[in-house]
Nanobody
């Protein structure tokens, strides 16, 4: 069983940065990921990272967001730079039921069985 808790969300101006954190128990070498959701829409996969630290990114965030993790501390991060109003959403960390990450992170949601409660990010123009 995995338990995940996100933190680091908040309200920022366009162009600013935020770093989201996720503390996850029981994730060891499983694929981990970050997703976001806006009201009325499904969850969008943003980035994933496998047990060896290899990342995958959705085109919507590639070059602006960076996923990383520290296995010894059971922590995962999402560094978000050059934020835009379109990045406004609830952000979730999640653990996959697989050890390998799907290459297309944007469609990877079905692989993830464990979710945090989310942290809100609001970007104003």
């Amino acid at each position: 069983q995995a338990h995940l808790t996100e933190s680091g969300g908040g309200s920022v101006q366009a162009g600013e940065s935020l770093r989201l954190s996720c503390v996850a128990t029981g994730y060891s070498t499983y694929c981990m990921g970050w997703f976001r959701q806006v009201p009325g829409k499904g969850r969008e996969g943003l980035a994933s990272i496998d047990g060896e630290g290899n990342p995958n990114y959705a085109d919507s965030v590639k070059g602006r967001f960076t996923i990383s993790k520290i296995n010894t501390e059971n922590k995962m991060y999402l560094q978000m730079n050059s934020l835009k109003p379109d990045d406004t959403a609830m952000y979730f960390c999640a653990r996959s039921t697989y050890r390998r990450c799907r290459g297309d992170v944007a469609s990877a949601e079905p692989d993830f069985g464990y979710w945090g409660q989310g942290t809100q990010v609001t970007v104003s123009s």
